[in-house]
């Protein structure tokens, strides 16, 4: 039976179903996969949508997960500062910062679900330039090869400056890439009120805004925080 002959047999089957219920078990039974991979392609295209509105005026998106904002005012002045001086012309676009997602807290399980599938979409359409999170949720994008290899892309001797931060992982081909740099207690992040425990910041792999991403991160390894 082909796909053709298959779908009408589907159909009158459908129309013999008697309840609503009945009906719905059907459809999600057989066609579940299809759906669910109709429903994840919508989320992607309205999260690009959306997350390109008004974005003329930036010059990188910057993600922070779990971070305080949800409980203090923070101060973002300081991290906008870090590309100012970096080499990367900005042109007078700024920072957009998204410090709204928390994973993890009591209770939250279909929140969480939500978030991650968020966050999985922003990895996958390059819509998300620096990453930055506590230990357990950066490390779930690290398998995926969501991280650019800063090893490659930064010079080596301030990498060497900063050798008890820098934090490695292994990507899908079982290398270790050095994915990102653990945030010390008094960086900008934590003086901006943003994060009081530890956190890493990343470069998404496939960025963007890469150079951007990079000059910042250049920026603030050379002391700017």
Same mark, same amino acid.
């Given at each position: 039976?082909?796909?053709?002959?298959?779908?009408?047999?589907?159909?009158?089957?459908?129309?013999?179903?008697?309840?609503?219920?009945?009906?719905?078990?059907?459809?999600?039974?057989?066609?579940?996969?299809?759906?669910?991979?109709?429903?994840?392609?919508?989320?992607?295209?309205?999260?690009?949508?959306?997350?390109?509105?008004?974005?003329?005026?930036?010059?990188?998106?910057?993600?922070?997960?779990?971070?305080?904002?949800?409980?203090?005012?923070?101060? *973002?002045?300081?991290?906008?500062?870090?590309?100012?001086?970096?080499?990367?012309?900005?042109?007078?676009? #700024?920072?957009?910062?998204?410090?709204?997602?928390?994973?993890?807290?009591?209770?939250?399980?279909?929140?969480?679900?939500?978030?991650?599938?968020?966050?999985?979409?922003?990895?996958?359409?390059? *819509?998300?330039?620096?990453?930055?999170?506590?230990?357990?949720?950066?490390?779930?994008?690290?398998?995926?090869?969501?991280?650019?290899?800063?090893?490659?892309?930064?010079?080596?001797?301030?990498?060497? #400056?900063?050798?008890?931060?820098?934090?490695?992982?292994?990507?899908?081909?079982?290398?270790?890439?050095?994915?990102?740099?653990?945030?010390?207690?008094?960086?900008?992040?934590?003086?901006?009120?943003?994060?009081?425990?530890?956190?890493?910041?990343?470069?998404?792999?496939?960025?963007?805004?890469?150079?951007?991403?990079?000059?910042?991160?250049?920026?603030?390894?050379?002391?700017?925080?």
């Amino acid at each position: 039976m082909n796909v053709k002959e298959q779908f009408k047999a589907d159909v009158e089957r459908y129309k013999r179903l008697k309840t609503r219920g009945e009906k719905a078990a059907f459809v999600w039974d057989y066609y579940k996969y299809p759906l669910i991979a109709i429903g994840t392609a919508l989320v992607i295209i309205i999260l690009v949508i959306l997350n390109n509105i008004g974005r003329v005026k930036t010059s990188m998106y910057m993600v922070m997960v779990n971070s305080d904002a949800a409980y203090v005012e923070c101060d *973002d002045s300081g991290i906008q500062a870090i590309l100012e001086r970096s080499d990367y012309e900005t042109g007078g676009k #700024k920072i957009e910062i998204n410090a709204s997602y928390t994973i993890g807290s009591q209770g939250s399980t279909t929140s969480d679900m939500e978030t991650i599938q968020v966050l999985n979409a922003l990895f996958s359409i390059s *819509d998300l330039d620096v990453y930055v999170a506590d230990r357990t949720y950066f490390d779930y994008f690290a398998d995926r090869d969501g991280y650019a290899d800063l090893s490659l892309l930064i010079d080596k001797e301030l990498l060497q #400056k900063w050798e008890d931060n820098l934090y490695y992982v292994e990507n899908s081909a079982g290398q270790q890439v050095l994915a990102g740099i653990i945030l010390p207690n008094e960086s900008v992040f934590h003086k901006a009120g943003y994060y009081h425990d530890e956190a890493i910041l990343g470069v998404v792999g496939r960025a963007d805004n890469l150079e951007a991403a990079v000059a910042f991160v250049t920026e603030f390894l050379k002391g700017a925080n």
